[in-house]
RNA sequence: GCGCGCUUAGCUCAGUUGGUUAGAGCGACUCGUUUACACCGAGUAGGUCGUGGGUUCGAAUCCUACAGCGCGCACCA
């Protein structure tokens, strides 16, 4: 044949022209697929973050699941790949006020709603600037169903959902202990704090005729209650709510002694003072013998007026000074400097999370949790890699109830009211109510928002389009969910839990969870450290399948991978022998392909084919086992060193031998191996296959085709 | 404290249900410009598979103890 292609394959040119081929034949879409693909094959791609760029951990989504798509497209399924976006409530939120405090603003100087008219249009921004960069990792995803996490629909499913959970008793508006981070000014669920061990000093404080032992002393001016076990020999001369008067800090009072079996006799003293309204196990003590709870601290981390001479200063300003005069009084002890323990952090800021008491909305945890129990333990849901089954098992078994309330604009409002007189939190979608049912008084809208992952665990059903669409009966439950291991709890557990309870039904029938993509030395990427990679300068510079196959191949799931800018390079190196194969086998044939097709092969040749048969059953074994990182080091191995290598080096003989059944017989077994290595490495590499395939001398097209007769690679059948 | 991983060639990692001389990529070294490709080809060196014990005809693979590293969860003041 004559030949037309340049010695060294130029991603550039092709890659663009390649997607809108894909975009415009519509098979993104599974209803426009041709008939053969009849079994439905769904992801539900985790929606991306609209408050930045791409990063290298999108690009590893977005490559895996594109390489599960195209392996079922290519294997007659009907395959749904639904895109989305995510506002992504809190995540964002931070975001933009780090913007805002560069430019010397700060959002408890706006209205809410300009703050949240300007967080829509910095997301309504990113969302574009996304849409237009994941085609350029090459995703096949279905752009004509793709969905925002703040859709209308979207909104009302989670407010139906929020008032069937209400209607069956799993809501409640209550008084407890929780997160509270000074700087971002709201509540954060228990897995969006994070536990830091330091450091500290531990006071031993004079507490009457006890020591107790602290670390931080900041917290005590109110402390009235001293706590002891009921079994503590040392102790049992005080008496459960006997009264003590002693001096404390700012002068006298009374203390009352309690007994409880939260008490570590083993730990300290065995004796302490209580703080219920800023620590969750004194509240509990408080709770259980009916004590008084009074605020030492307020929300913007300053001691308040019963703390007398030191009202108003900050807790790390207020520490040595209270110190200074707890010595002076003669109450200090001793100090122990090296104390370690774990204080909770803000998993975003890392300011010292302050526990406090605050009216929030709380989801019972406990009767979702269990069906999600029953159905892993069962096996209904495939967990790879498997260890993720057991971690989500012990989380699930520990679970609390979940506080969905976020004192944040940047999110979907939670659809209640408030009673100005009673306190009293009553849900109400349909925004009917007035009037308190409980006391009669005036209410107020709720202005907190709603966890963003109290939407997002819905997404499976919700983007869907749950419960009345064709979409929904026919595409859920899904097939896998591929997300990153990070997020197990966050997402993963909790999509479980109201799927089961929403729709009765799993969510997906397998969870493939990869790991964080670190940069070339191992390390994790942040904007701090400098080391963040653009995975589309790497598209850029090696083109999109160097890209892919390179961040796929000896990647096994849930384990992070570094990502070496060399191994991009290596397999860029890998796309240009394939595209020289390409041209080696097309100079090789003649300009009329119809003998060629049908020429016999000599049993040399057909031994050929019958190896190759046996590498792609092997291949196609690691491709149904979600082994992408096997399969694609397999036919990288077979086109290389085996394919070049070896097959076409002994070739060239053959064609240039007198024989002409010989030659014949090579130029058809040339051309079949490289067909199939292309189809083998589509999900892989897919704009070069395309685009070689799209150049190949073929049989005509099956008469179903919807295409009318385009030979795209992206619908062939997949070998074997 | 409880739980989950990891430890294999200089580096990054594979090794699927235990089975012949343990693999890949990158790197190193030697040779080679043969007309598909130097973004190439032919070849070489390099590992007591963290340590000790056990099961087995046979263990990198299973069990057990220990060590080192990483991570998650937990209300020890």
Known sequence: MSIELLKTYNPKEVEDKIYKLWKESGFFNPDNLPKRHQNPFTIIMPPTNANGSLHAGHGLVMTIEDIMIRYKRMRGYKTLWLPGLDHAGFETQVVYEKQLEKEGR???QMDPKELYKEILDFTLNNKKNIKGQIPKIGSSCDWSREKFTLDGDIVKTVYKIFEKMAKDGLVYRGKKVINWCPKHQTSLSDLET??????DNFYYLQYGPFVIAT????????DKYVVMHPNDERYKKYKNGQKIKLEWINGPITATIIKDEAIDMTFGTGVMTITPWHDSTDFEIAERHNL?????????GKLLPIAGEFVGISIKEARPLIIEKLKSKGLLVKIDENYKHVVKK???????????????WFIKMKPLAEPAIKTIEDGDIEYIPEHYKKISLHWLKNIIDWNVSRQIVWGIPIPAKICIKCDEG???????????PKCGGDVRQETDTFDTWFSSGQWPFASLGFPDSKDYKEFFPTDVMETAGEIIFFWVARMIMFSLYVTGKIPFKTVYLHG?????????????????????????KYGTDAFRIGLVVGNTPGTSLALAEDKIKGYKHFGNKLWNIARFVLMSLPDDMSTVLKSPLTPEDQKLIDELNVSMKEITDDMDQYRFYLAAEKIYHYTWHAFADKIIEESKAKLASEDEKIRTSAQRMLIEILTTCLKTLHPFMPFITEEIYSKLP????PPERADGGKKLLMIEDWPV
């Open 292 to 300: 008084e709870k009074e605020q030492i601290i307020d929300f913007r």
């Open 106 to 108: 700060s959002r408890f």
């Open 516 to 540: 964080l993509v670190l940069d070339a030395k191992g390390q994790k990427m942040s904007k701090s450290k400098g080391n963040v990679i653009n995975p589309l300068d790497l598209t850029e």
């Open 346 to 360: 803000c998993y975003k800021c890392e300011s010292i999370i302050e526990p406090q008491i605050k009216d929030q």
């Open 426 to 436: 009553i849900v109400d979608i349909d925004n009917k109510i007035s009037v308190c």
């Open 698 to 701: 073929l049989h005509p097209p």
């Open 194 to 199: 994070a536990d830091t061990e330091q450091v």
């Open 215 to 222: 670390a931080r002393p900041e917290t005590k001016f109110g």
